[in-house]
């Protein structure tokens, strides 16, 4: 036994060196290389746009490398295998951007490749559901239902059933891209202990992260890219370390300074707003405030925000911006009313941005009306707002501003959504999980502009699902609890614990 | 959900009404015929989208208001755009209405063959024309459209004594009658050594397209001493015009802006025999129908001859019509003392009848 | 069974049903007003026998629709295997049906072109069918240059008999055929292509094959509509496929097909397709001014696709609570 794991500790489970791949303009990899033995966790670190995401692909075969090779258990794969040929390698893949298919139930997902067959080699339809059920049992997420197509579960739950398909597979090579960027922290634990037991079980697990807490817990390896290259690969390494080495740069604290407390005007009301979870929310938010909205998953704080945002009707309530009361029937309305509420969305590659169009089509999108004359967009005066929108965000990293968004890493994809947003000037930011999937360095950049400008008198609302990010940026918060503000603490609260205490009070069986 | 549980409903009646129907009765009833009751002719014509089918239906509706018509017949008009399956519902629901005759101008010579054979099979008069049907059970009244490719191309070597360059602007390829009027003017150009064919394009019977095609190819041709045109004369005219190239002698179809140039009401003056697929085959037919449903006629297809003019034969009002469009089928009435059929120009632009009764000459 | 048949009615596939039962129900009414009768297994005959051709086209053009292309090229495979049989499928007993096999593998080689040309040489499908349309138009020209031909009558009898509803049978299969074909691993594949290309390769659907292999069974489904199409007819034209390019992809659009990709099924493309010829009669007996009767029938499309897109925005506004 301990001589075979000898042996097999010589072979590396998955292996790629002096990987090139561009897209377009842009080159993703350079000489990359890494290697992951078996029986390890083995995180991949970056910022975004190092490469992480596009070594995946190359690792798992959806893209071939310009340049480079790739060996699995020490056996080259040749320059075109599709990822079908490579799960007969016994390689499994997450992706980040979701690979489930929208249109189909979850347990016709799960058993796409194998479903179960009658005589006649025909799929058994009706079992469909009982099989596609012993599975999410197996993996013990019964709450699942495996009849809702992929398009009808929340991200969280997509992100879980595409796990599930994956671990259902009992890989050799487990590839997880950014598993855990849509999870909620109990999913989070439960991906853990999965990944731990296949780990036990001999299977190399490859995983990238943006929350360093869960590459400390559970990564055996680290190896950190930057810029399309390998930096270093490391047992142990601590955050600073990490940060440095990923960024090139040395950061002192993480969160900006938010104890000066806001004296503004009232920039925004809600009173008794209904709708969707909505039970009846109100609150006030002053000029040069940043308000928290924490609470568990599901209470009511998507609602809120699209509410507010006019993308969602309204069942009742009431809503005033710099004293005048608004009524939203669609964003444009939002936009228009001068109100200038801003919302990011949650899935960036749902909702939102336009990936064939340039960075600056896509951040100039919301404004067109106001910068064009006569229906004509004056590209001179868009060229010019953008271009000191991308400076100020360090969007990336000094590409042309005429570069296709679908060419940008998740990050700065990001960026570009909050830029879009920034431009409309306007009063009151809605900032939803703005930071979900994106690399401390980012967040960094983005919760300092959030800072600034929240000291230029804008009001923000702001929700992440990382209740720390919460507990320190916020000058308030608002713990919301089956559609009502149960609890208002004053920021900035630090620490998480207590916002999180505050959103299970009184719930039922909890 | 709500509409699901309503197609669920609606399922279920259509379901109930479709079976109880389904073991009804076999037996439609059967078309009267003969006797002093009025009879029913449905026209059932394919596409309507042209000046000729205008006519042609224009005709045909006020041949139906003339005596003796308007008491023996009762008409009715039904096009099917060039849609063979739509045709072929629309004979099957004809058949069904229980009509004792049916007109046809078809989308496919062949493609209703099927269903005309039902007609037939349940003693309905089928009568087709201009597209006729191949089903040999059906009548058809048409002209020989070989003859009306070698009567005009006999009138270009004629004018031309046997010599000279000539082009052809052929039709919509694929349909029969291109094919046939081809046939014919090529027969009598090859049987004349002295004249050479020099260009060979299709017009598409339309005379934008003819101009514009004309216009592409005659930097590329030689002198050109004749024209044979099927359809879109007045375009082909018109590019010559604009070329500065001399006015060649025309041989062409039946439109009123050719005519115009042929009476000099248009310049350039030309030469020219105009020669056409008559508007009034639809009323031809309508009159066999109805002599074949009276007992009247045997059942027998017929041909009738080609209304011809020459430059030096047009008459204002009788074969050219100056207040009329180019684009107009001056041919959609017979002239001379054995005409088929003579109409007056309001039954052909908005389908009113004309004064007196309609007189039909099948001949013998 | 209940349940099964709840699942039926309230599947993909419901938009195509409600509209068919509508036209149906119409259909009804309209005849009897007018001739005093129900209809007659006369009428429910040739309703059959006139729409098969169609059905079939419609079929091959939703399984393109699902993966989310077009197939403009139906016109002119129908075209030129409707030439082929009118020309070719000459004698008694079993040859004819032998050559019968032969067109059909000619149609699915047409399609399999279209296929490889789409999934091979990633042209966009609405070019590359409308450049193989034009293609497979003038092959057909080339065989039939002028409408005739003829078939055995023993093929008629056997496909379209025009006295005994043979074609309920073939409409069966057809029924049974798409059942089957979505009971596979393929079916499942196809769906998936349609739904999302990018996951479906991610995850390992080899994208490339399925939409040859759809592109094929298009092929197919213009073979069979071609040999129907004769037998009822009983002679060819070249000219004979174009009308199918628009009607089967309204059969589509009324069946509930997504153009999107990923949604819908067969069945509705079929009970689109009878909707489709129904609405014929249904505007005949109603009496409809000859001159509007393309108005009315865009207009019936326009109304169709509006309930279903209606009946999808509330089917999502109840969803949307998640």
């Known amino acids: 036994?301990?001589?075979?794991?000898?042996?097999?500790?010589?072979?590396?489970?998955?292996?790629?060196?002096?990987?090139?791949?561009?897209?377009?303009?842009?080159?993703?990899?350079?000489?990359?290389?890494?290697?992951?033995?078996?029986?390890?966790?083995?995180?991949?670190?970056?910022?975004?746009?190092?490469?992480?995401?596009?070594?995946?692909?190359?690792?798992?075969?959806?893209?071939?490398?310009?340049?480079?090779?790739?060996?699995?258990?020490?056996?080259?794969?040749?320059?075109?295998?599709?990822?079908?040929?490579?799960?007969?390698?016994?390689?499994?893949?997450?992706?980040?951007?979701?690979?489930?298919?929208?249109?189909?139930?979850?347990?016709?997902?799960?058993?796409?490749?194998?479903?179960?067959?009658?005589?006649?080699?025909?799929?058994?339809?009706?079992?469909?559901?009982?099989?596609?059920?012993?599975?999410?049992?197996?993996?013990?997420?019964?709450?699942?239902?495996?009849?809702?197509?992929?398009?009808?579960?929340?991200?969280?739950?997509?992100?879980?059933?595409?796990?599930?398909?994956?671990l259902a597979t009992e890989p050799r090579v487990l590839i997880l891209d950014e598993p855990t960027a849509a999870l909620p922290d109990k999913q989070v634990e439960w991906l853990s202990g999965h990944m731990r037991r296949l780990r036990d079980a001999g299977t190399c697990v490859i995983f990238t992260s943006h929350r360093w807490r869960e590459i400390e817990a559970l990564a055996d390896r680290v190896t950190v890219m930057r810029n399309g290259t390998h930096v270093a690969t490391r047992e142990n390494l601590s955050e600073a370390e990490a940060v440095t080495l990923m960024s090139g740069r040395t950061f002192e604290g993480t969160y900006p300074d938010v104890t000066t407390i806001a004296t503004g005007e009232t920039a925004l009301r809600v009173s008794d707003l209904r709708g969707g979870r909505l039970q009846g929310v109100s609150f006030s938010m002053r000029q040069g405030e940043i308000l928290g909205v924490g609470g568990l998953a599901g209470q009511g704080q998507r609602d809120l925000f699209l509410t507010l945002f006019g993308a969602q009707r309204a069942a009742a309530g009431n809503l005033e911006v710099g004293g005048f009361p608004v009524t939203l029937r669609r964003p444009r309305d939002a936009i228009r009313a001068g109100l200038g509420i801003a919302y990011v969305p949650e899935d960036r590659k749902a909702e939102g941005l336009f990936l064939p169009l340039s960075i600056r089509d896509n951040i100039a999108l919301a404004t067109l009306a106001r910068r064009s004359s006569g229906g004509l967009v004056s590209r001179g005066r868009e060229a010019q707002a953008v271009a000191s929108l991308v400076g100020q965000l360090r969007i990336g990293a000094g590409r042309s501003t005429s570069q296709a968004v679908g060419n940008l890493s998740g990050g700065n994809q990001?960026?570009?959504?909050?830029?879009?947003?920034?431009?409309?000037?306007?009063?009151?930011?809605?900032?939803?999980?703005?930071?979900?999937?994106?690399?401390?360095?980012?967040?960094?950049?983005?919760?300092?502009?959030?800072?600034?400008?929240?000291?230029?008198?804008?009001?923000?609302?702001?929700?992440?699902?990382?209740?720390?990010?919460?507990?320190?940026?916020?000058?308030?918060?608002l713990v919301l609890r089956e559609g009502r503000v149960a609890v208002e603490l004053d920021g900035p609260v630090r620490d998480a614990e207590r916002i999180v205490a505050a959103s299970l009070k009184e719930v039922p069986g909890a | 959900m709500s509409i699901h549980r309503y197609a669920r409903l609606l399922a279920a009646a259509a379901v109930v009404l479709l079976i109880s129907t389904g073991c009804g009765d076999g037996s439609a009833d059967n078309p009267a015929t003969g006797g002093a009751k009025r009879v029913k002719i449905a026209l059932s014509n394919s596409f309507i989208g042209n000046q000729w089918r205008v006519e042609m239906e224009n005709v045909f509706k006020a041949a139906c208001a003339m005596p003796p018509y308007l008491e023996q017949v009762e008409c009715s008009i039904y096009n099917a755009g060039n849609d063979v399956s739509t045709q072929s519902r629309q004979i099957s629901n004809l058949i069904s209405q229980g009509v004792n005759a049916i007109v046809i101008n078809a989308a496919s010579t062949s493609g209703l063959n099927g269903v005309v054979q039902q007609a037939c099979d349940r003693g309905i008069v089928v009568v087709s024309f201009d597209n006729t049907v191949d089903a040999p059970c059906g009548l058809t009244v048409n002209t020989d459209q070989v003859k009306f490719g070698k009567q005009l191309a006999q009138f270009i070597v004629d004018q031309l004594k046997g010599q000279g360059n000539v082009i052809m602007v052929t039709g919509v390829a694929g349909t029969g009658a291109d094919n046939d009027r081809n046939k014919g003017a090529k027969e009598v150009f090859a049987a004349n050594p002295g004249i050479k064919l020099v260009g060979e394009y299709t017009g598409m019977w339309d005379s934008a397209t003819a101009q514009r095609n004309t216009s592409a190819q005659l930097p590329g041709l030689p002198k050109v001493d004749g024209v044979w045109v099927s359809g879109g004369t007045d375009g082909v005219i018109k590019a010559f015009a604009e070329a500065g190239r001399p006015m060649p002698v025309f041989g062409g179809e039946g439109e009123n802006g050719f005519r115009k140039y042929m009476a000099g009401i248009l310049t350039p003056k030309v030469v020219g025999m105009s020669v056409g697929q008559p508007p009034f085959l639809s009323v031809i037919s309508l009159e066999l129908a109805r002599a074949v449903l009276k007992g009247e006629r045997q059942k027998k297809s017929i041909e009738i001859p080609f209304p011809v003019a020459t430059s030096d034969s047009l008459k204002p009002g009788e074969t050219v019509f100056p207040d009329l469009p180019d684009s107009f089928f001056a041919d959609f009435t017979d002239s001379g003392p054995n005409a088929t059929v003579v109409l007056c120009q309001n039954a052909a632009t908005d389908g009113t009848p004309c004064p007196g009764t309609l007189k039909v000459n099948l001949g013998s | 069974?209940?349940?099964?048949?709840?699942?039926?009615?309230?599947?993909?596939?419901?938009?195509?049903?409600?509209?068919?039962?509508?036209?149906?129900?119409?259909?009804?009414?309209?005849?009897?007003?007018?001739?005093?009768?129900?209809?007659?297994?006369?009428?429910?005959?040739?309703?059959?026998?006139?729409?098969?051709?169609?059905?079939?086209?419609?079929?091959?053009?939703?399984?393109?629709?699902?993966?989310?292309?077009?197939?403009?090229?139906?016109?002119?495979?129908?075209?030129?295997?409707?030439?082929?049989?009118?020309?070719?499928?000459?004698?008694?007993?079993?040859?004819?049906?032998?050559?019968?096999?032969?067109?059909?593998?000619?149609?699915?080689?047409?399609?399999?072109?279209?296929?490889?040309?789409?999934?091979?040489?990633?042209?966009?499908?609405?070019?590359?069918?409308?450049?193989?349309?034009?293609?497979?138009?003038?092959?057909?020209?080339?065989?039939?240059?002028?409408?005739?031909?003829?078939?055995?009558?023993?093929?008629?009898?056997?496909?379209?008999?025009?006295?005994?509803?043979?074609?309920?049978?073939?409409?069966?299969?057809?029924?049974?055929?798409?059942?089957?074909?979505?009971?596979?691993?393929?079916?499942?594949?196809?769906?998936?292509?349609?739904?999302?290309?990018?996951?479906?390769?991610?995850?390992?659907?080899?994208?490339?094959?399925?939409?040859?292999?759809?592109?094929?069974?298009?092929?197919?489904?213009?073979?069979?509509?071609?040999?129907?199409?004769?037998?009822?007819?009983?002679?060819?034209?070249?000219?004979?496929?174009?009308?199918?390019?628009?009607?089967?992809?309204?059969?589509?659009?009324?069946?509930?097909?997504?153009?999107?990709?990923?949604?819908?099924?067969?069945?509705?493309?079929?009970?689109?397709?009878?909707?489709?010829?129904?609405?014929?009669d249904v505007i005949f007996f109603a009496g409809i001014d000859p001159l509007y009767q393309s108005l009315f029938q865009g207009l019936f499309l326009v109304v169709a696709v509006l309930l279903g897109t209606g009946a999808a925005l509330i089917a999502r506004a109840r969803r949307g609570a998640l």
Request: overall charge positive; charged content about 15%.
């Open chain 1, 1 to 166: 036994m301990v001589l075979t794991e000898k042996s097999e500790m010589q072979v590396m489970a998955i292996e790629a060196s002096g990987v090139d791949r561009a897209f377009g303009g842009v080159q993703a990899l350079r000489g990359a290389s890494f290697a992951a033995r078996p029986a390890e966790i083995h995180a991949l670190a970056g910022e975004n746009g190092a490469g992480k995401s596009t070594l995946i692909k190359v690792l798992c075969g959806v893209i071939t490398a310009d340049r480079g090779k790739v060996e699995i258990f020490g056996q080259q794969v040749r320059r075109v295998v599709e990822p079908a040929a490579r799960r007969g390698l016994g390689v499994a893949t997450a992706f980040q951007e979701l690979s489930l298919i929208p249109d189909l139930t979850v347990a016709e997902n799960l058993l796409l490749h194998s479903p179960p067959r009658g005589r006649l080699g025909l799929v058994r339809r009706g079992r469909l559901v009982p099989e596609a059920e012993a599975i999410l049992h197996r993996y013990g997420v019964d709450y699942i239902d495996s009849r809702l197509t992929a398009a009808e579960l929340s991200v969280a739950h997509r992100q879980v059933v595409e796990l599930v398909r994956v």
């Open chain 3, 1 to 280: 069974m209940p349940d099964r048949l709840r699942r039926l009615l309230s599947g993909p596939a419901s938009l195509g049903y409600a509209v068919l039962t509508a036209t149906a129900v119409t259909y009804l009414l309209v005849y009897t007003t007018n001739l005093g009768h129900l209809p007659t297994s006369f009428d429910y005959l040739s309703i059959l026998n006139t729409t098969l051709p169609l059905v079939f086209v419609a079929i091959g053009q939703s399984l393109v629709v699902i993966t989310g292309g077009i197939d403009l090229s139906v016109g002119g495979i129908v075209a030129f295997c409707v030439a082929v049989t009118a020309t070719r499928v000459h004698g008694s007993g079993l040859t004819p049906f032998a050559w019968l096999l032969a067109i059909l593998a000619l149609g699915t080689a047409c399609g399999a072109v279209n296929g490889v040309i789409v999934a091979r040489a990633r042209i966009a499908p609405i070019l590359t069918t409308l450049a193989t349309l034009s293609i497979f138009s003038g092959l057909a020209l080339w065989v039939l240059p002028v409408p005739g031909g003829s078939i055995p009558s023993g093929v008629r009898m056997v496909l379209t008999n025009p006295t005994v509803p043979t074609g309920l049978i073939w409409l069966s299969l057809a029924v049974l055929g798409w059942l089957v074909l979505r009971r596979t691993r393929f079916g499942m594949r196809v769906y998936a292509v349609g739904s999302d290309e990018t996951s479906a390769v991610a995850i390992g659907v080899p994208a490339a094959r399925i939409k040859i292999a759809v592109y094929a069974l298009s092929g197919l489904c213009s073979a069979l509509a071609a040999v129907f199409y004769v037998s009822t007819t009983t002679a060819g034209d070249a000219n004979a496929g174009g009308p199918f390019i628009l009607t089967s992809i309204a059969s589509v659009v009324v069946g509930g097909v997504a153009f999107s990709g990923g949604r819908g099924s067969a069945l509705g493309a079929m009970a689109g397709a009878v909707a489709l010829t129904l609405v014929i």
């Open chain 1, 414 to 477: 990001q960026k570009v959504l909050m830029a879009r947003w920034l431009l409309t000037d306007a009063q009151v930011l809605l900032l939803f999980d703005v930071t979900r999937g994106v690399d401390a360095a980012t967040k960094r950049d983005i919760f300092d502009l959030i800072a600034q400008l929240a000291a230029q008198g804008k009001a923000i609302l702001f929700y992440s699902s990382e209740t720390e990010e919460i507990a320190h940026l916020c000058h308030r918060v």
